[in-house]
């Protein structure tokens, strides 16, 4: 049942990303890394999730290209530290800043939630300049036991920047 709910909470973010970006979620895709953060509010007792992250894109046959780091706190306390990014996949149509050919990273993962195993869904979407008020993010976290929490919401602060592959790293 845990799996089903998560499962289709995902679909439903992918979807609602899909009604900004028309290419097919969740497919391997372009090269580069995303960077950023910032907070987006939903309602809830954890109203508030406030994020940082660089996230590097799977390709196709390769593993995925690291550091990957994404931290998410919470206005009551708890955080969330990604341990593995175990997909990382960029789509969509060409960022307008900066020259980049992919605008939606979507990615899953596992880390720790307040010290304990989680697993983690994610979407962040760069909808351009600036990213307050325009870019997306949005989170799934289930924790081992526990609740799951979710928040997707434009950001309220903060920007996701989408980059194109440099150097020798897909």
């Not at 049942?1 to 439903?12: G, N």
């Not at 969330?80 to 979507?106: I, M, V």
């Not at 081992?144 to 950001?155: E, F, M, P, R, Y």
Request: with cysteine; glycine share 14%; hydrophobic share 35%.
């Amino acid at each position: 049942m845990k799996h089903a709910r998560i499962l289709t909470t995902l679909l439903l973010s992918c979807a609602a990303a899909s009604a900004f970006a028309a290419p097919p979620c969740c497919t391997i895709g372009d090269a580069g890394r995303m960077t950023g953060g910032g907070s987006i509010i939903c309602p809830g007792t954890a109203y508030r999730y406030t994020f940082g992250y660089e996230l590097h894109c799977a390709r196709e046959g390769q593993p995925i290209s690291g550091p990957n780091n994404l931290e998410v706190n919470f206005n009551t306390g708890e955080h969330f530290h990604l341990t593995t990014l175990t997909r990382g996949f960029c789509t969509g149509p060409d960022a307008s800043t900066p020259n980049a050919p992919f605008n939606t990273f979507y990615g899953t993962g596992t880390g720790t939630l307040n010290g304990q195993p989680a697993e983690i869904w994610f979407n962040l979407l760069d909808r351009g300049e600036p990213g307050a008020g325009v870019d997306i993010a949005a989170f799934t976290i289930q924790p081992a036991a526990g609740n799951l929490l979710q928040c997707s919401n434009t950001l309220e602060g903060g920007n996701n920047q989408a980059h194109r592959a440099t150097g020798g790293k897909p």
